[in-house]
């Protein structure tokens, strides 16, 4: 099965930009989406296809997806963007599946 | 508004069953790809199960067997059937709309969840 790798913790000082990577074997040739999960909320998705914001999104919120590594990249970082973050992509080559990343923890400094 | 709400949740014994249930509003389920996600204590997301438009039915590797994906078509509803409860059920089910668009999928919009958990 698909196996989609984020790192568990990334941290950034408030204004600077913060980086989010999840790995696959040629994730490029998928489309990736990323999710925002704060304490005891469900998730929200801030990034579908590879790079689309839904509407209310803000635009420091941006995606990329290349080779092996999707990016999930957040400019301007504020307090407020402390959560956990995920990747996901839907597999079905072998079988209708939906893979997620194991989540990266933001803190903000 | 789009709104998922779910229900159902609660303590059961290992071996034991339950049915969660997912109320939607503002969109119809059957028209709709859906989706159940849980997420242990402390843990990460983890995919369980989806119901295409169409009836078609997946599940994970893990609750393939045991848990059981349907719908309501006139009440609006989805439901998870859990059999054959295990220690490592315990989680947070979330339901979600499974958005499609070629051949992915994203989730949104997302329930507020109910915990499921399973002890002696």
């Known amino acids: 099965s698909y196996v989609l790798t984020q790192p568990p913790s990334v941290s950034v000082a408030p204004g600077k930009t913060a980086r989010i990577t999840c790995g696959g074997n040629?994730?490029?040739?998928?489309?990736v989406h990323w999710y925002q999960q704060k304490p005891g909320q469900a998730p929200v998705l801030v990034i579908y296809?590879?790079?689309d914001r839904p509407s209310g999104i803000p635009e420091r919120f941006s995606g990329s997806n290349s080779g092996n590594t999707a990016t999930l990249t957040i400019s301007r970082v504020e307090a407020g963007d402390e959560a956990d973050y995920y990747c996901?992509?839907?597999?079905?080559?072998?079988?209708?599946?939906?893979?997620f990343g194991g989540g990266t923890k933001l803190t903000v400094l | 508004e789009v709104q998922l709400v779910e229900s159902g949740g609660g303590l059961v014994q290992p071996g034991g069953s339950l049915r969660l249930s997912c109320a939607a509003s503002?969109?119809?389920?059957?028209?709709?790809?859906m989706s159940w996600v849980r997420q242990a204590p402390g843990k990460g997301l983890e995919w369980v199960s989806v119901?295409?438009?169409?009836?078609?039915?997946y599940y994970a590797d893990s609750v393939k067997g045991r848990f059981t994906i349907s719908r309501h078509n006139s009440k609006n509803m989805l439901y998870l059937q859990i059999n054959s409860l295990r220690a490592e059920d315990t989680a947070v089910y979330y339901c979600?709309?499974?958005?499609?668009?070629?051949?992915?999928?994203?989730?949104?919009?997302w329930g507020q969840g109910t915990l499921v958990t399973v002890s002696s």
């Open positions: 996901q992509v839907w597999d079905s080559s072998s079988d209708h599946k939906g893979v």
């Open positions: 296809y590879d790079s």
């Open positions: 119901i295409y438009s169409g009836g078609s039915t």
């Open positions: 979600a709309r499974a958005v499609i668009s070629g051949l992915t999928n994203w989730f949104d919009p």
């Open positions: 503002g969109f119809t389920v059957s028209s709709n790809y």
């Open positions: 040629n994730i490029g040739s998928k489309s």
